[in-house]
């Protein structure tokens, strides 16, 4: 019985590589601290000590111990919550520019597998799927949007399309699109912390920060040790909590599910996904799945904003699975965890100063694969002192969280309205 969130990962045993880093002792000087080493922490390390900053990575666990190395490894378009939030506080150029940001997130990832030789399985092609079908008008309409936003590669299928393509009759048509896909996460979280310390950066792990000085001379302290620098990068994310008071309230971390079934073979995969799409459902509480190279289900889903774990996640997500996938009844499942997502109110990411030294960047609201990356990059930018495209983004405003004891249960109350909408959608 896979009792917790924690439990061993499926990327975990299919790691390609590994990086093992002592935990920080005693008091070290840098020009640039990060806290975390997922793919924002991860992302700015390798671009700053490229320029030829020394950096220090402090990670409470091990590289890729948060959402980057157990996430669902879709790698998504745009932004969470689509464009036009951005663009009702922004303005349409601007909306525009962001957009682009978004999209260039996509080619820095695929730039940094081949320049640093990062094997992480990246596979291009997304179908999103429409679960009733007045949604196809929506469907044409993200479509159009896209299109216009100079997105290339994107198909309509019908609902007989669709079943040529994937082993369920529940949907009612998609929206494929060719430069979305999907890639083995933890290889590619693993892959940038080589190529950050192959850059000359340094990572410590076990090393949890305690207690930070954010101010103009930014200092991390850690059970055993200190760092103090010129400059702070903060990518604690979802795992974060109250390390930072000033950031508790601007995300909040929601739970999400995955299972890994056993492997069934190429024949069987292939009938259930058969050109090997990442594939996600258009519901609030999204679906989103993919084959695995050695021909698993890896099933992704649900979210729970309460704290509250699931018993057993195992038996907790199969009926999410097979309410797709009825003919995976008999299949077993061999891993089953969960991780926390960094939501913000309004599902767009979140980045900023907290002094003219520190910075930080969260919230990716469930689309971080390829965005953490590029706001990685970012706040490396704006160290080196080129803060155009960081501000841009840091220019979107957030309302916090509520804090103290409502937080919780307005996060629950607000989950069970999207739960009812999704169902009468
Ligand atoms: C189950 C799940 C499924 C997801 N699926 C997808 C998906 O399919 N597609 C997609 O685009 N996004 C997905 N996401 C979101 C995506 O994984 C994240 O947006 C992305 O990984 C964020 O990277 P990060 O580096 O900002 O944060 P993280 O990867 O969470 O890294 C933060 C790190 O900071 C460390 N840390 C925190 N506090 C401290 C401290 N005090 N001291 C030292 N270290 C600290 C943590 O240990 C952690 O390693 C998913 C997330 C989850 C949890």
């Known amino acids: 019985m896979v009792k917790s969130i924690n439990a061993l990962t499926y990327y975990q045993t299919t790691a390609n590589s590994s990086v093992s880093c002592e935990s920080l002792k005693g008091e070290v000087s840098a020009d640039v601290c990060i806290i975390g080493a997922g793919y924002t922490g991860l992302s700015a390390a390798l671009e700053l000590a490229t ?3 020394k950096v220090v990575v402090l990670e409470a666990e091990y590289v890729g111990y948060g959402a980057s190395g157990r996430n669902g490894g879709q790698v998504c378009t745009g932004f969470s919550n689509g464009q036009q939030k951005i663009e009702n506080q922004l303005g349409k150029t601007n909306a525009l520019k962001c957009f682009t940001l978004a999209e260039e ?6 730039q940094r597998l081949e320049k640093h ?13 429409i679960p009733k079908t007045h949604q196809f008008d929506e469907l044409k309409a993200w479509r159009d949007e896209f299109e216009e936003l100079g997105v290339a590669g994107l198909t309509l299928l019908s609902k ?7 082993g369920t009759k529940i949907y009612h048509g998609a929206l494929r699109e060719s430069e ?12 940038l912390a080589r190529a950050a310390i192959a850059s000359g950066a340094v990572i410590y792990e076990r090393s949890r920060v305690t207690d930070v000085d954010t101010g103009h001379a930014p200092s991390a302290r850690t059970e055993q040790g200190i760092v103090r620098a010129k400059f702070m990068v903060i990518a604690g994310n979802a795992y974060l909590d109250r390390t930072v008071k000033d950031l508790y309230g601007r ?12 492997p069934m073979g190429e024949e069987r995969a292939k009938s259930l996904i058969r050109d090997n799409e990442a594939v996600a459902n258009t519901k ?12 698993r289900m890896l099933f ?3 979210a729970s904003y309460s704290g509250l774990e699931p018993q057993n996640l195992g038996d907790y997500m199969r009926p999410r699975m097979t309410d797709v996938f009825p003919q995976l009844q008999d299949v077993k499942i061999d891993y089953a965890w969960g991780g926390h997502i960094a939501i913000t109110s309004n599902r767009i990411p979140d980045c900023g100063r907290l002094s003219p030294a520190v910075y930080y960047a969260h919230g990716y609201s469930g689309q971080g694969v390829a965005l953490s990356g590029l706001y990685g990059k970012l706040m490396a930018e704006a160290i080196r002192g080129m803060a155009e495209r960081f501000d841009l983004l840091a220019g979107i405003k957030h309302l916090p969280f509520p804090g103290g004891i409502a937080r919780t249960p307005i996060l629950v109350a607000a989950m069970m309205y999207y739960r009812i909408r999704d169902a009468l959608s």
Not at 160 to 166: F, T, Y
Request: with cysteine.
């Open 160 to 166: 007989d399309e669709l079943e040529q393509k994937l």
């Open 180 to 191: 979305a896909g999907h890639l083995h996460p933890m290889n590619y979280c693993l892959g």
């Open 117 to 129: 030789n990062i094997n992480c399985d990246l596979i291009w092609g997304y179908l999103h799927c």
């Open 105 to 110: 997130a996509k080619t820095l990832l695929k």
């Open 251 to 262: 995300v909040m971390p929601v739970a999400s599910y995955i299972i890994a079934t056993e």
């Open 300 to 302: 992704g889903g649900r």
């Open 51 to 53: 320029a030829g900053y």
């Open 284 to 295: 609030f509480i999204v679906d989103y799945y993919r084959r695995s190279p050695d021909h």
